[in-house]
Nanobody, 125 residues
Framework: QVQLKESGGGLVQAGGSLRLSCAAS????????MGWFRQAPGKEREFVAA????????KYADSVKGRFTISRDNAKITVYLQMNSLKPEDTAVYFC??????????????????WGQGTQVTVSS
């Protein structure tokens, strides 16, 4: 079994930065492809970023490309989401997710077996 726990959310002004962390415990973390998703009030959960288990490949939603960076440290069993130039429309609950079934980039949330509980990010204008 795998447990994922996000941290690092909070309130920030537009143009500011936050770094989210997702700490994993349980099975061999390095075999997981990982992703970040977010859900704004009244909207469906959407893909934000993904990274392969080796960390060599990443993918981003168009809405965050150039502003957000996903990375992982397998030694620390942690995935990060560095968010810069934040906008009010980035306000959402952010979730990290992991899968052992697909080694490449995974953007479909139904393909992830493991999820964290989420962390709130609020960007004020």
């Amino acid at each position: 079994q795998v447990q994922l726990k996000e941290s690092g959310g909070g309130l920030v002004q537009a143009g500011g930065s936050l770094r989210l962390s997702c700490a994993a415990s349980g099975r061999t973390f390095s075999t997981y492809s990982m992703g970040w998703f977010r859900q704004a009030p009244g909207k469906e959960r959407e893909f934000v970023a993904a990274i392969t288990w080796g960390g060599g490949s990443t993918k981003y939603a168009d809405s965050v490309k150039g502003r957000f960076t996903i990375s992982r440290d397998n030694a620390k069993i942690t995935v990060y989401l560095q968010m810069n130039s934040l906008k009010p429309e980035d306000t959402a609950v952010y979730f990290c997710a992991g899968t052992t079934k697909r080694p490449g980039i995974v953007v479909v949330q139904e393909s992830y077996e493991y999820w964290g509980q989420g962390t709130q990010v609020t960007v004020s204008s």
